[in-house]
Structures are given as structure tokens and as C-alpha cells.
């Protein structure tokens, strides 16, 4: 909080000083300014304390379970070490008062499971000494990395299949806040399924949660009452694979394998998996290694489809994981233009692939989903 | 000679305070046992939540930004309770302050001097014109507030999502669902926390000035008690009703303005974090006492505070929310008995 506010006064001078000494020191080579990215110094493993953030439930089965299986294998990768978690963080003032609790109790690394903002970077600001990750983040500080997965991939295979199982060609997304994620979750999996069914749309309805299930069922009912037989959303938990099983229509998942939760609609999940990322950089923050990274774990390392459901026939699969090979083996894209938006605009131009950056903060509705865009 | 129990209509002040120590001391009794029996242990526990609390300025700076909005809250609430009105909508009053005190910072340019009075003025005039609705039903129709004031909250926390998240999105795309930054704050005078804290005291200080010592306080109060007796006694029972809603909401609103240019910084979603809804027991606590909502306020704001590092400790938000009912409950318990004494019955009565 104070931060923020301290950039029209205290922060300007900094900033005045950091440019001056930006200037000045490349010609003397004689001070190292002190933002230079230098790693934080090494913890003993029995002093070390590891905390997480997380924005639901660590019995969510979805989102929060995947990282909590992160702070599972770090236990087990460094025997002896703290942790401590923190479930269903609100994204309000009360998420600053929780990470700055896991600073006054020794935490040496913080990670957030979500994007806590400002909440965050003001307890970061102040704790230059812990090492701080934020999921989806996009903001760059001496202690803080972001990180996050390319979803689009798998959610671009996922849309395939779905395209190919839907009978009516209206795909319903349930979505949590208007973010990128969603943004380039709904393209991805449109322009997947467009590539057997060019009429398909995806229509979206915003509960402004990531973990409700009550609301999650109500949207994905009215999702099918409004034509969509195929279910796709950013859900934490299982609600609407329940609806779409009870209605006989189908679902795409995230973060976890739920078939049995609906082993007819179930189609796929875009698997998520923490756990080699968070040991690595808790061994780098021990060891004294640590400087922040700001990657994103592309498919096959971190995020990936599950084994396709019991309904979902061979030669759709086969051609689903067709397209998954050739990413996966050739590099090949299918984010490549031309793409309009919602509006008609050409926002990708014909020939021209869109970068990973551009992916990740992909916030524009393509041309067929509706709901996302104002 | 035996002994029965008499209630009285009013618990004696004294008796009323012994009972509210006893109370919090039993339910922290009760939740040290409960802890001890799932494995934890209570004392440490406490010891921690203190002085992480009270033994740092970094703690106690925590703790007066989160005191601050439950005073507006539970202020918002009190005063209408003062006249018989539930003002179940602060929640929605707080984040429409919000969204005007936004609206007002990130468009209207000028300098910040003017820019905060005009942000605050514009929080209280917005949180004002959300209870206007449900006042003037209550008053011309005899709507219940209960229910208009509470559905609007929703109303309210959509708006505030729709623009955070659509028309008013920060452009930087470096921060999700929230507006930008507001270019002006609310100035701090001890750390973080700022000039939102000292205005509220002094709002609570006057409203207690305005209850106690002035006609119209006294009107309202009986207005509140026994509407049908202030009116037979020529008293302006519906203009009272109206005016104070309006104030009600305005204060709600006044402390979304505070929340928003001096805490938060940015307009989001859940930027009320249940405020609204707390300030509901701030002001029951306190039985609708503008200087006793100091009180419960802060009150509230410790055991709110002590919640969230016990969950740093391993104990889940459902455990912590359940202790902060046990709490509530047992305050209730407690109000109650109050207004009872033993009576010792002479022989043969």
C-alpha cells in the first residue's frame, strides 16, 4: 500500500537517483548500483521456510491442489524444510496482511498461486531479502519472478476434440474474471475447434470466481440451456463436468484428471503440474542461486492434455494429438494470422505468428467468442 | 429461602461490561480447548497472534487499516439502527464510494487538494444515493430496508466487477481485473496508515456529540424507540427516517472512498472485503453507540487480524471464521444474561 504511494515522492527520487546512477556508472565501472540483479544469499535447508498463497481451497482438486502437490514434493525434495500455506487469500487488503505474515514469520520464498497485484508487490518491496514468485504475474522486481503455463497449446488440442464432438457447434466457456487466461484459453480452444467445424462459437459467462461451484454449475446450466453442448471453463473445481454428465453434453477440464466425476462428458483436462518448477527454484534460493525468472512452462514441462475420456472416439483423439505432435515435436504454431477480433478488426495480420508475450497477455475476444469483451 | 431469576428490560451498565469480558474470555477459553484437542497449541498460538499484533509497529499499522473500514461500516450501520432501520446495503454503499471516489480520481483532473474533498464528497454522495431507493421505500411505502438494502449489495458488487474488469481495466496490462492506480492518495501521518483513521474517530466522536446533546439526536433516538409517540408528540418522524438512512449510506460510502484512495489504491472487485457485512455485528456489539462502535470496531479488527496469522500457522479459514463466531455467539450469550440478577425470595413467598 504505502508503496504505491510513496512513488510520487520517495519512489521519484529513487527513481531520479537510479537513473543518475544508470548514467554515471557505465563510465566509472567503480559502484554497482544497487538494483543490480545479484542471487539472494544461500539458506541452510534447517533454517529455510518456504510459504504459498493460495487463492482457494487446497482440497479444490483443481488449481490449488496441483500447487499444494508442489509444496509436497519440495518437502520431500529437502527433508527438513518449513513450509507453510495459506488457503483462499481474498484479493483484497487482508492478501497484503497474509504475505507480509509469512515475511514476520521467516519465510525465505513466497510463492503466490495467483495475481495478487499490488497486494503482493507492497510486501515484496519490503522484504528484498525473500524471494517472491507470482503466478500469471506480470510485473518484474529484484525479488520477484512470475510464472506460468502456455495453456493455449493444450486448450488449441482440447478445442479439436470438442469441435468434433459438438453436434449444435456452440461451445460454452465458463469463465472466471475477464484476463488473459480466459482471453487466450476461449481463442485457443475456438480456433481448435474451428478446424473441423468453421462455424463453431464460444459463448462465455463470467462469474467473477475462480473457485464457486455453486455459480460454476448455474453458468454451465445456462450455458446448455442456451444450445452449448460442449463445456470448456477455468474452473478450480468440478461443477460443471456434473451439469454437462446430468445433461448427456461434454466438458473440457483444467488443472487435474476428474473424469469420475463424469466419465461420459468427461473429454479432457489441460493437466497442470507445479512440482518440478517449485523444487528447482527452491533448491536455487538455498543454494544461493536465486535471481528471479519470469518463464512460462511450455507444454509437455508443466501443462499438458490428460488421457482423452472413454467417450471420446479414436479418430477424434487422432486427430486432436495429431496437431499436439506437431507442436510438440516441430515447434509448429497454430497462432498465426490472420486473426480478427471480436469486432472484425484484423488484429494478427495474414502470415504473422503471434509470440509467446503476445499469447500471455492475449486480451482481446477473437472473431466467434462472445461474452469476454465490453 | 429460596432464590429465582429476574429479568430486567435494561442490563445495569456495569454488569452489562463484566459480562462482554466474560464472554471473549470464555470463547477464547472454548477455542484454546478446541485447538488443544486437534493438536495445536493455544498458548503459543496466542502468544503469537500478540505480538505479531501489538509487538511491532508494522502490526499495529495492519491493524488501524483494517480497523478503519469496520468503523465506517459499523458506524454506517449504528446510526440507522438509531432509528430503527437495518441498513443491511453498507457493503453495497462502501463499494459505490468506491467506484465514484475512483471514478472522480482517474477523470477529472486537478490538482490533489482538490481532487481527495471532491473524491470524498463524491464517496458519501454516492454512498447516500445508493440507500436513496430503499429510504424512500421505507419511508412512503413501508418496504422493508432489510431486503432493499441487501440486494443492492449485489447490484453494487457487479458494477464495481464489470467496470474494474471492462470500461475502467488498467490499460498497463500489467495488473488483472483492476483498474489503474489512482494518481492521488489519501496522505498517511503514521506509516501506512492514513488520514481515513483519525476522520472516522472524529465522525464517531461527533455523531455520540449529535445523539447525546442536540434536539434533533434526541428526536431521532425516540423516533427510533417508540415512532408512534415521537409522532403524536409533533415530532418529524419520516423526515428524521429519511435523513438518517441518507447519512447512513453516506458514511458507508465515505469509508469506500477512504478504502479505495487510501488503502487499496486501485478499484477491484471485492475491494469491500465483507466490510459491509461486519459492520452489521460492529454495530450490534456496540448496540448502535457511535462511541462503542470504537470499541467493537476494534475488537473486531483484533480477532480479524489474529485470524489471519493463525492461518499462517496451519489453521484453515473455515477454523478461524468458526472462532470468530464463537466469539459472537458467546458475546450474545453473554448481552443477554446481563439482564438477569438473582432475586432472593423471603420465606412463604
Same mark, same amino acid.
Given at each position: ?47 529455510? /521456510? ?19 502437490? $508442489? ?7 529437502? %527433508? ?13 487488503? @487482508? ?28 510486501? &515484496? ?19 520477484? +519472478? ?16 470438442? $469441435? ?48 464457486? =461451484?455453486?455459480?460454476?454449475?448455474? *453458468? ?12 470448456? !471453463? ?13 445433461? $448427456? ?15 461420459? #462428458? ?25 535471481? =528471479? ?12 492434455? @490428460? *488421457? ?5 472416439? %479414436? ?15 516441430? $515447434? ?43 | ?14 454488569? &452489562? ?22 493438536? /495445536? ?5 496466542? !502468544? ?41 446495503? #453498507? ?9 465514484? *471516489? ?6 477529472? =483532473? ?56 471492462? %470500461? ?14 489512482? %494518481? ?6 503514521? +506509516? ?11 465522525? &464517531? ?37 429519511? #435523513? ?10 465515505? +469509508? ?77 450469550? !453473554? ?15
Amino acid at each position: 500500500m504505502i508503496s504505491i504511494k510513496s512513488l510520487s515522492r520517495r519512489g521519484f527520487l529513487n527513481m531520479g537517483a537510479a537513473a543518475g546512477a544508470g548514467l554515471l556508472l557505465p563510465k566509472t565501472g567503480l559502484v554497482r548500483p544497487a538494483f543490480a540483479e545479484a542471487p539472494l544469499a544461500p539458506v541452510d535447508v534447517k533454517d529455510a /521456510m518456504i510459504a504459498f498463497g493460495h487463492t482457494g481451497p487446497v482440497s479444490d482438486e483443481g488449481w490449488t491442489w496441483a500447487h499444494d502437490q $508442489g509444496m509436497k514434493a519440495v518437502e520431500a525434495a529437502f %527433508p527438513g524444510i518449513r513450509t507453510s500455506f495459506v488457503e483462499s487469500v481474498p484479493y483484497s487488503a @487482508d492478501a497484503t496482511r497474509i504475505f507480509r505474515q509469512f515475511v514476520a514469520d521467516g519465510a525465505n520464498m513466497v510463492f503466490a498461486t495467483s495475481n495478487y497485484g499490488d497486494f503482493l508487490y507492497d510486501v &515484496a518491496r519490503r522484504a528484498p531479502e525473500v524471494a517472491f514468485y507470482e503466478c500469471d504475474g506480470r510485473t518484474h522486481m529484484d525479488n520477484l +519472478g512470475t510464472y506460468y503455463v502456455q495453456h493455449w497449446y493444450p486448450s488449441y488440442v482440447a478445442g479439436i476434440a470438442a $469441435g468434433a464432438m459438438s453436434k449444435t457447434g456452440k461451445l460454452g466457456y465458463v469463465a472466471s474474471f475477464p484476463v488473459p487466461s480466459v482471453y487466450s484459453g476461449t481463442n485457443a480452444f475456438l480456433m481448435g475447434a474451428r478446424t473441423v467445424n468453421p462455424a463453431a462459437t464460444v459463448q462465455c459467462i463470467v462469474i467473477n470466481s475462480w473457485f464457486d =461451484p455453486q455459480a460454476a454449475t448455474q *453458468a454451465g446450466t445456462a450455458l446448455l440451456d442456451n444450445g452449448c453442448d460442449v463445456l470448456f !471453463g477455468i474452473m478450480d473445481e468440478a461443477g460443471y463436468l456434473q451439469v454437462a454428465e446430468a445433461r $448427456g453434453a461434454k466438458a473440457v477440464m483444467w488443472n487435474t484428471d476428474l473424469r469420475r466425476y463424469g466419465p461420459k #462428458a468427461y473429454i479432457t483436462s489441460i493437466m497442470v503440474d507445479f512440482k518440478p518448477f517449485y523444487v528447482e527454484q527452491v533448491r536455487r534460493r538455498l543454494a544461493g542461486e536465486w535471481t =528471479p525468472t519470469y518463464g512460462l512452462l511450455p507444454m509437455g514441462q508443466g501443462v499438458d492434455r @490428460d *488421457a482423452w475420456g472413454e467417450t471420446v472416439p %479414436p479418430e477424434v483423439a487422432a486427430k486432436a494429438d495429431a496437431a499436439r505432435t506437431k507442436m510438440m515435436q516441430e $515447434g509448429w504454431s497454430p497462432f498465426v494470422g490472420e486473426i480478427k477480433d471480436s469486432k472484425g478488426t484484423i488484429k494478427v495480420a495474414a502470415g504473422q505468428k503471434m509470440t509467446e508475450e503476445e499469447l500471455y497477455h492475449w486480451d482481446w475476444s477473437i472473431e466467434g467468442v462472445s461474452g469476454l469483451d465490453a | 429461602m429460596s432464590y429465582r431469576l429476574q429479568r430486567l428490560p435494561v442490563a445495569k451498565p456495569s454488569v &452489562a461490561f463484566a459480562a462482554r469480558i466474560a464472554s471473549v474470555v470464555l470463547a477464547l477459553l472454548t477455542a484454546g480447548l478446541v485447538l488443544k484437542l486437534v493438536g /495445536m497449541e493455544p498458548l503459543a498460538l496466542a !502468544g503469537r497472534v500478540l505480538k505479531s499484533t501489538f509487538g511491532s509497529s508494522f502490526g499495529l499499522e495492519d491493524l488501524a487499516l483494517l480497523f478503519t473500514p469496520l468503523l465506517y461500516c459499523g458506524l454506517a450501520v449504528a446510526v440507522a439502527l438509531r432509528i430503527g432501520a437495518w441498513n443491511i446495503g #453498507a457493503e453495497g454503499q462502501f463499494n459505490l464510494g468506491a467506484f465514484a *471516489a475512483t471514478g472522480i480520481a482517474l477523470f477529472v =483532473p486537478g490538482p490533489d487538494w482538490a481532487l481527495l474533498p471532491a473524491m470524498a464528497v463524491a464517496g458519501a454522495l454516492a454512498g447516500a444515493a445508493w440507500i436513496l431507493m430503499p429510504t424512500l421505500a421505507r419511508a412512503y411505502a413501508g418496504v422493508s430496508e432489510l431486503i432493499t438494502t441487501l440486494l443492492l449489495n449485489f447490484v453494487a458488487l457487479l458494477l464495481v466487477y464489470w467496470v474494474s474488469t471492462g %470500461p475502467w481495466l488498467d490499460p498497463s496490462g500489467h495488473a488483472l481485473a483492476t483498474t489503474a492506480r489512482l %494518481p492521488v492518495a489519501v496522505p498517511e501521518f503514521w +506509516g501506512i496508515v492514513h488520514w481515513g483513521l483519525p476522520v472516522a474517530l472524529i465522525l &464517531a466522536v461527533g455523531l455520540a456529540a449529535v445523539f447525546a446533546f442536540t434536539r434533533w439526536g434526541y428526536e431521532v433516538r425516540i423516533g427510533g424507540s417508540n415512532p408512534g409517540a415521537a409522532r403524536y408528540a409533533g415530532m418529524p418522524v419520516r423526515r428524521h427516517l429519511i #435523513a438518517v438512512m441518507l447519512l447512513s449510506g453516506a458514511i458507508a460510502g465515505l +469509508g469506500g472512498m477512504m478504502e479505495v484512495a487510501g488503502t487499496v489504491g486501485r478499484l477491484q472487485g471485492g475491494i469491500s472485503n465483507n466490510y459491509g457485512y461486519l459492520g452489521i455485528m460492529v454495530a450490534v456489539l456496540a448496540r448502535a453507540a457511535p462511541l462503542g462502535t470504537i470499541a467493537t470496531a476494534f475488537l473486531m479488527a483484533t480477532i480479524l487480524n489474529g485470524g489471519i496469522i493463525l492461518q499462517t500457522q496451519g489453521l484453515t479459514t473455515h477454523t478461524v471464521l468458526a472462532l470468530t463466531g464463537l466469539i459472537l455467539l458467546y458475546a450474545a450469550i !453473554g448481552d443477554e444474561a446481563a439482564k438477569y440478577r438473582i432475586v432472593k425470595l423471603a420465606k412463604g413467598a
